[in-house]
């Protein structure tokens, strides 16, 4: 039984009332073929939930994605979430149809990066391994 | 929360933060993992029952225990759940979808959740899975159900961890001739036929019957996700649990468990001096490997025997 390692561990999760979870589902495939273990909460999630699951699981990444442009109200909360759960230290990466107006606003709040549709896979994965690279560095840090 | 002791701590305060981070030390290998281990001797481990889900992908598996879960959740038990989905061959990554049928426990902090990925290991769970369980119970979780990977016939490593396992079947998996097979079915302790609404549920819950009445195996109908047959299965569980500690069945099964977890990890422990030992082994890639491994394992054992000669008893030597 060789222990084989991962890049590491991601959450996607889909907050809010929107159901169009196929961006949400080809970033997930793309993570899993990127090497990363990635667990999906599915669609019709509050903001809570997604933290406690984050928690759970101990991920070094929450992706999240939106598309019925609430996002203003979403990301912030999920943000806040986390942050009440003790958990303010895990980067959160959005994603969906996001007005370039509402990007650098969101990222002040403390949203890791914004990214938009046709924004290249590629692009997406260098930012998950980055952001993952320097989470995990703080998490097997011997203090 | 880098620091072991507030981690150990933060488990048997159940805080949801500690156990997690416990989990991924042990299961990353990190450094302190050895240090952790050491610390969370559960004390409450006999106490608690490790139940272990298995069967085909898609019959159901992750939807029982979401039935299961709420079962003992109305009891006011504390549930742990460690669900398991194969690593990828190819990328080393893993898609672990358990979780999506477990969402509606999210809110409930008694429900302990944690995903994991195979991580290039066979037999149906992970390695780091009997540690997640211990860390589990030490947090008060009773019982922790183990979900096992969608299976086949043969990955059967979740007997040997769980104190009761059941096999989930679903009408189309096979015909009577598949209930005959060697593996899983010999040894699980309930057998549940779910899907029972479908058509052909009859028919194998028969033929199930038929191959399993003579080794007193209980055979169920449930139809998970309309929670029907639950709270039966739920019965036969504690019925089997109940007469095992009597019986003392229990707790020899607990030892041999640790028997082997124990042997299990002296192989792996040996292994990295294993392959430096063969790099310097002359003709390492000629000859039968078995005769190989054999003379690797007499050196061993010859050398460990030089240094410890003068104590030890003639009759070793």
């Keep these: 039984m060789d222990i084989q390692q991962c890049r590491g561990r991601i959450l996607i999760g889909k907050p809010g009332l929107d159901g169009h979870d196929r961006g949400a589902k080809i970033i997930a495939r793309s993570l899993r073929d990127d090497g990363f273990e990635v667990i999906y909460t599915g669609i019709r999630r509050t903001p809570e939930e997604i933290a406690l699951t984050a928690i759970q699981e101990d991920v070094d990444v929450v992706g999240l994605s939106v598309l019925s442009g609430a996002h203003n109200e979403l990301f912030p909360e999920v943000l806040k979430a986390l942050h009440q759960a003790k958990g303010g230290d895990i980067p959160v990466i959005g994603g969906g149809i996001i007005p370039e107006e509402d990007i650098q606003h969101l990222k002040e709040l403390g949203m890791y990066e914004i990214f938009t549709s046709g924004t290249p896979v590629q692009t997406i994965l260098n930012t998950f391994r980055e952001a993952t690279e320097k989470y995990r560095q703080r998490k097997h840090k011997i203090i | 929360m880098n620091d072991i002791d507030e981690i150990v701590k933060g488990i048997y305060l159940k805080e949801p933060r500690a156990i997690g981070r416990a989990i991924s030390i042990i299961e990353d290998g990190d450094q302190r993992a050895g240090a952790l281990l050491k610390q969370i001797n559960a ?39 460690v669900a398991i989905d194969p690593s990828s061959p190819v990328s080393g990554g893993a898609f672990l979808g358990d979780r999506i049928r477990m969402m509606r426990h999210a809110m409930d902090k008694d429900v302990v959740v944690r995903s994991m990925a195979t991580r290039g290991k066979q037999g149906g769970l992970c390695a780091a899975a009997a540690a997640a369980v211990r860390i589990m119970i030490c947090s008060g979780c009773d019982p922790v159900i183990i979900e096992t990977v969608g299976v086949g016939q043969a990955e059967i490593d979740v007997v040997r961890l769980a104190d009761i396992t059941i096999l989930v079947l679903a009408p189309g998996v096979g015909d009577e001739i598949q209930m005959m097979k060697a593996g899983i079915i010999e040894i699980a302790d309930i057998v549940v036929v779910n899907k029972a609404e479908c058509p052909g549920a009859d028919s194998l819950f028969m033929e199930l019957e038929n191959v399993l009445h003579q080794r007193n195996c209980t055979v169920c109908r449930v139809i998970a996700r309309e929670a029907y047959g639950i709270e039966k299965l739920a019965v036969f569980i504690g019925v089997i649990d109940k007469e095992r500690r009597k019986s003392g069945q229990f707790t020899n099964k607990r030892k041999q468990t640790r028997e082997t977890e124990i042997i299990d990890y002296a192989i792996e422990m040996m292994r990295d001096e294993l392959r430096r030992r063969l790099k310097e082994y002359p003709g390492n890639y000629t000859g039968d490997p078995r005769t190989i491994a054999r003379k690797l394992i007499d050196d061993i054992c010859i050398a460990e025997l030089d240094t410890s000669k003068r104590n030890c008893p003639e009759v070793f030597l």
């Design chain 2, 43 to 81: 004390k409450n481990i006999q106490e608690s029952t490790i139940l272990g889900i298995t069967g085909p992908i898609g019959t159901g598996k992750s939807t029982i225990i979401n039935q299961l879960i709420a079962h003992y959740r109305k009891q006011g038990n504390r549930v742990g759940i």
